[in-house]
């Protein structure tokens, strides 16, 4: 019982803090509207661009960046509510926090388990934000690409919350932020898809697309779309929140992290 209390308390205050700050409930759907309307527009003769082996199905352009502007939507959802956990830090909330009577972890997986409810909801918003623009998805696609867009999610968040680790005040995250969001996005098959960038020459961009998280997390939220289920980025994406979580949790841990070293040289 001590566990769900928490664990609704953490969600609730999270839900409601989204609610409240009404400007970022709007960015969180302008944002990727924005990209939609004006990048679509000025491609909107695109055709040719394969999403599924043998390479055989094509789409306009605006349907193929649905899925990478998804992307984007729980990138930056992750890394807000990586900014707003470094923003309880300075206020001393977050310690306080800490010291309920459940794991460490489980305070920060419920953390993480509040951002990606949180992106979730803002995708499925944008979902009917590209309808209404005229994009033409499978509406089946609403309910298979759930799971990936809930692994991709926490994955993003995770990424987001190892960050709060290493950079401990709201300034520096707010500037690391942006060297993580840009690189991710732009180095990756959210606009453009692999064998695009191959064809104009640029090898070593090919290979950082290919070695980018982030591309899995999108090419599995874009086959999840059509009804396929990409193994290979299901477990990228699985990999990277996992890895990223324990590497957080382990930061946390006064014993064995980051924090607990940096605490103890400080005293």
Do not use: C
């Not at 664990?7 to 960015?27: G, H, K, P, Y």
């Amino acid at each position: 019982m001590r566990w769900l209390r928490a664990l609704e308390a953490v969600v609730l205050r999270e839900a409601i803090r989204f609610l409240r700050q009404t400007s970022r409930l709007a960015s969180a759907v302008v944002r990727p509207a924005l990209w939609l309307l004006v990048f679509g527009a000025g491609f909107s003769n695109v055709l040719g661009i394969s999403i599924t082996p043998p390479y055989q199905t094509y789409v306009t352009y605006d349907v193929y960046m649905v899925p990478g502007l998804v992307g984007m939507v729980l990138l930056f959802q992750g890394m807000q509510s990586s900014l707003a956990l470094v923003f309880d830090r300075e206020a001393g909330f977050l310690r306080l926090l800490l010291t309920a009577p459940v794991p460490r972890w489980f305070i920060l997986f419920a953390k993480l388990l509040a951002g990606t409810i949180l992106g979730v909801l803002q995708a499925y918003a944008f979902f009917v934000v590209a309808w209404l623009a005229g994009v033409d998805y499978p509406l089946f696609g609403l309910l298979t690409v759930l799971p990936a867009i809930v692994m991709g999610g926490f994955a993003l968040a995770s990424i987001g919350l190892l960050l709060t680790v290493h950079v401990r005040r709201m300034e520096n995250f707010a500037g690391t932020m942006n060297f993580v969001i840009f690189p991710a996005f732009f180095l990756s098959t959210a606009l453009y898809p692999a064998w695009k960038i191959a064809e104009s020459g640029a090898l070593w961009m090919v290979w950082a697309v290919r070695l980018n998280p982030f591309s899995a997390i999108v090419e599995f939220i874009r086959f999840a779309l059509y009804g396929i289920f990409a193994v290979p980025e299901a477990l990228v994406t699985v990999g990277v929140g996992l890895l990223a979580f324990l590497f957080a949790a382990r930061g946390y841990d006064p014993q064995k992290g980051v924090l607990g070293r940096r605490g103890r040289d400080e005293g």
